[in-house]
């Protein structure tokens, strides 16, 4: 079936660090994938998405570029602050809308 | 702008009792949805109602779970009789229209449910 395997955490790294967390998807069509965030005590919120091959979805210093052909979508950030700390999933949607989620990976950002 | 809004936000009961929950959408959200998040794992879709009609339940362990979204807007959902493994954190979230990938679902904080 459709599913996503993120790199599992946690992660935890020093402030102006490099933020790399590891996305691959498995799908029988050509899916949307999107970058969700839950910062501590909050709910879901997305993030970033890109709904085809090559797009780059980017918000609050966070890209990540949709990869066809290694069928991933990683997300990067080049210089982490406290405030990232929060967990991050990434989901992909096909044709029926629903998301479907990987496991989530747990940042840890210290000053 | 209000967010999702659900309600209560901690739950513990004991395995065989009941248990319901309710979520109030972000207002003239036509779409609602209903997920269950396992400790250690990404949500996992229950239920998507668009208004008050059941667009996808295919997840929805149905005899011991069910939802409704009365008049279209908020909607309980409710357990019963609860397992351990139901204890979990139910997220509710809606979107503006039918739920396409061009359409952002909102989450709420959710509700998280203790079985003992």
């Known amino acids: 079936g459709d599913s996503v395997t993120q790199m599992e955490g946690p992660v935890t790294l020093s402030e102006e660090a490099f933020l790399t967390i590891n996305c691959t998807y498995t799908?029988?069509?050509?899916?949307?994938l999107f970058w969700y965030v839950q910062y501590p005590g909050e709910g879901l919120q997305l993030l970033l998405k890109?709904?085809?091959?090559?797009d780059k979805g980017s918000n609050k210093g966070f890209e990540a570029t949709y990869r066809k052909e290694t069928t991933s979508f990683h997300l990067e950030k080049g210089s982490v602050q406290v405030s990232d700390s929060a967990v991050y999933f990434c989901a992909l949607s096909l044709n029926d809308y629903k998301l479907s989620f990987g496991a989530g990976t747990t940042v840890t950002v210290r000053a | 702008e209000a967010g999702v809004a659900q309600s209560p936000r901690y739950k513990i009961i004991e395995k065989r009792q009941s248990v319901a929950f309710w979520c109030n959408p972000i207002?003239?959200?036509?779409?609602l949805y209903w997920y269950q998040q396992i400790l250690g794992q990404g949500p996992k879709l229950l239920i998507q109602?668009?208004?008050?009609?059941?667009?996808?339940d295919s997840q929805l362990p149905k005899d011991r779970f069910s939802a409704e979204r009365l008049k279209g807007v908020d909607s309980t959902l409710k357990i019963q009789p609860a397992k351990l493994e139901d204890s979990a954190v139910y997220l509710c979230a809606s979107s503006l229209l039918w739920g396409g990938t061009t359409d952002t679902q909102y989450f709420g904080p959710g509700t998280r449910l203790t079985v003992l």
């Open positions: 207002s003239g959200h036509a779409t």
């Open positions: 890109a709904t085809k091959a090559d």
């Open positions: 109602f668009q208004n008050n009609g059941v667009v996808d």
């Open positions: 799908a029988t069509g050509y899916p949307s």
